[in-house]
Antibody, heavy 120, light 106 residues
């Protein structure tokens, strides 16, 4: 069974750094793109970027380029989303999702989400 | 950047048909995917590559895509279909979601 399990709830202060994780199982982690999707409370879905863990090729959506860092450790089948200095506007639910390029480029499996709250 | 336009809300009577549109420039040349998101839950894929249903998704869900508009159709709407629905396309290696449509079952 394909599973993406994300790290837990985070409560941080503005200016702090953060790295959240997404661990894949039940599939070949190195042969699928993994994406990160943001959802601000009460708002829609936004694709932040994607990474190919096989070679760590990463592509960022223009709105998120330079704002976050996406990385992966293929040895432990885990992708990461990282901030160096959080802002209150980063408060959101963050989902990771597997992209099935062969069947149509859709996100076919999703993690349960990581809620990040940034508040002083 | 590529923009997708969805209606904010669609209301449909129980047992009737709901149609949710996703507008974009020449969207018919792209693969369109649709997601259902119930409150407090992660999105679930309901249609991929315009008109394909993943296993476990009822036949009541169907999709089409032509010209500048893609459409998700839900037939014989049930209470459990009440949710937010999002379309997704890829443009220049960037994923783009529509703004989402809230479906209310009357």
């Amino acid at each position: 069974e394909v599973q993406l399990v994300q790290s837990g709830v985070e409560v941080k202060k503005p200016g702090e750094s953060l790295k959240i994780a997404c661990k894949g199982s039940g599939f070949s982690f190195t042969t699928y793109w993994i994406g990160w999707v943001r959802q601000v409370p009460g708002k829609g879905l936004e694709c932040m970027g994607i990474i190919y863990p096989g070679d760590s090729e990463t592509r960022y959506s223009p709105s998120f380029q330079g704002q976050v860092t996406i990385s992966a450790d293929k040895s432990i089948s885990t992708a990461y989303l990282q901030w160096s200095s959080l802002k209150a506007s980063d408060t959101a639910m963050y989902y990771c999702a597997r992209r099935d390029l062969a069947a149509g480029s859709h996100f076919d499996s999703w993690g349960q989400g990581t809620l990040v709250t940034v508040s002083s | 950047s590529y923009d997708l336009t969805q209606p904010l809300s669609v209301s449909v009577a129980l047992g009737q048909t709901a149609s949710i549109t996703c507008g974009g420039k020449n969207i018919g040349s792209k693969n369109v995917h649709w997601y259902q998101q119930r409150p407090g839950q992660a999105p679930v894929l309901v249609i991929y590559r315009d008109n394909n249903r993943p296993s476990g998704i009822p036949e009541r869900f169907s999709g089409s895509n032509s010209g500048n508009t893609a459409t998700l159709t839900i037939s014989r709407v049930q209470d459990g279909d009440e949710a937010d629905y999002y379309c997704l396309v890829w443009d220049s290696s960037t994923g783009v979601f529509g703004g989402g449509t809230k479906v209310t079952v009357l």
